[in-house]
T-cell receptor, first 111, second 114 residues
Framework: DAMVIQNPRYQVTQFGKPVTLSCSQT?????MYWYQQKSSQAPKLLFH???????NEADTPDNFQSRRPNTSFCFLDIRSPGLGDAAMYLC??????????FGPGTRLTVL | QKEVEQNSGPLSVPEGAIASLNCTYS??????FFWYRQYSGKSPELIMS????GDKEDGRFTAQLNKASQYVSLLIRDSQPSDSATYLC??????????????FGGGTRVLVKP
C-alpha cells in the first residue's frame, strides 16, 4: 500500500543533543511537510518542500532544519533540542493543492 | 479572529445519534476544505474533502460546504464509540503564493457515549 512512513516512532534525546527524524513516502507526491503538534493543539506547520523548493514558516525557529535529498525522503533536523521541543512531529505529503496525508508521527521526548 | 474556528467541545452524543460539527473560516478565497479525525496520541487521518458548495456523503459521514457563509460542517450519522476523537477542520487556499498550505482549526473533541 502507498503510504507515508516515519522513523523512529519514538525518539528520546537529551537537552542540546542533535536529533534527526526521517520521513519517506511511496505516494510520489511532490509536496512534503513537517508539522509540530503539542498536546491539545492543532498541528503547526514548520516548513514544506514543493519539489526541491524549500518554504520555511516565518515563526519556525532556526533550531529546526530540513533536507529533502529526493522525492521520496525528507528529514527534520533539530540542532539543539530544548525542553519546549518535546512534541509529536508529523510528516505529511500531497500533490499540489490536493489532500495531505499524514504519517504516523514521531513522538520526541527531551530529557 | 482566528482564520479557521471550531468549537473545542467536548461534543457529547449518545451512541446512534447524529454528531454535527461546524467550522468557519475567514479567508473568502479559500477553495479546498478537509476534515481530519485524530485519535489521542495518533496522527490525523483524512476522512472527507470537499471543494464545491453543497453536500458530499461518504458512508456515515456528510460534509457540507457553504462558501457564501464561509462555513463547512461535518455530520456523523449513527455515531459509534469508535468515533470518539478530535476532528480537525482544515482549509487550503490555492491562490496564495504557497498554495499548498493548510490552515487548521483547533479541533472539536467528540465523545460518543454507549
Amino acid at each position: 500500500d502507498a503510504m507515508v512512513i516515519q522513523n523512529p516512532r519514538y525518539q528520546v534525546t537529551q537537552f542540546g543533543k542533535p536529533v534527526t527524524l526521517s520521513c519517506s513516502q511511496t505516494l510520489n507526491h511532490n509536496v512534503m511537510y513537517w508539522y509540530q503538534q503539542k498536546s491539545s493543539q492543532a498541528p503547526k506547520l514548520l516548513f514544506h518542500y514543493y519539489d526541491k523548493d524549500f518554504n520555511n514558516e516565518a515563526d519556525t525557529p532556526d533550531n529546526f532544519q530540513s533536507r529533502r535529498p529526493n522525492t521520496s525522503f525528507c528529514f527534520l533536523d533539530i540542532r539543539s533540542p530544548g525542553l519546549g521541543d518535546a512534541a509529536m512531529y508529523l510528516c505529511a505529503t500531497s500533490q499540489q493543492g490536493r489532500e495531505q496525508f499524514f504519517g504516523p508521527g514521531t513522538r520526541l521526548t527531551v530529557l | 479572529q482566528k482564520e479557521v474556528e471550531q468549537n473545542s467541545g467536548p461534543l457529547s452524543v449518545p451512541e446512534g445519534a447524529i454528531a454535527s460539527l461546524n467550522c468557519t473560516y475567514s479567508d473568502r478565497v479559500s477553495q479546498s476544505f478537509f476534515w481530519y479525525r485524530q485519535y489521542s496520541g495518533k496522527s490525523p487521518e483524512l476522512i472527507m474533502s470537499i471543494y464545491s458548495n453543497g453536500d458530499k456523503e461518504d458512508g456515515r459521514f456528510t460534509a457540507q460546504l457553504n462558501k457564501a457563509s464561509q462555513y463547512v460542517s461535518l455530520l456523523i450519522r449513527d455515531s459509534q464509540p469508535s468515533d470518539s476523537a478530535t476532528y480537525l477542520c482544515a482549509v487550503n487556499n490555492l491562490i496564495k503564493a504557497a498554495g499548498n498550505k493548510l490552515t487548521f482549526g483547533g479541533g472539536t473533541r467528540v465523545l460518543v457515549k454507549p
